[in-house]
């Protein structure tokens, strides 16, 4: 069992920046990779970045790639997602996502989201 809890979402102006963080805990030792995903009013949940459990491979949606970075810190057992040059559109509820895997079985886990807005 794995329990994700986001913080860090709010109200900021177009240009401006956030920092999302995701605490885990439980079992954390199968978590092989974690991501953020986002979901608009009216739009499907899409991946926003991901991470693998080293820190050595990450991806990201095109439409932040050069504005947001994703990281991990495993000591510390949080996961964080820096967002720069914020746009209106990318307002959205944000997610943190672990995947697991167990004796062969693969599992996701979802945090409860956190609201982020951009907007003047």
């Known amino acids: 069992q794995v329990q994700l809890v986001e913080s860090g979402g709010g109200l900021v102006q177009p240009g401006g920046s956030l920092r999302l963080s995701c605490a885990a805990s439980?079992?954390?030792?199968?978590?092989?990779?974690m991501g953020w995903y986002r979901q608009a009013p009216g739009k499907q949940r899409e991946l926003v970045a991901s991470i693998s459990t080293t820190g050595g491979s990450t991806t990201y949606a095109d439409s932040v790639k050069g504005r947001f970075t994703i990281s991990r810190d495993n000591a510390k057992k949080t996961m964080s997602l820096q967002m720069n040059s914020l746009r209106p559109e990318d307002s959205a509820i944000y997610y943190c996502n672990a995947g697991t895997v167990r004796l062969g079985v693969i599992r996701d886990y979802w945090g409860q989201g956190t609201q982020v807005t951009v907007s003047s």
């Open positions: 439980g079992s954390i030792f199968s978590i092989y990779a």
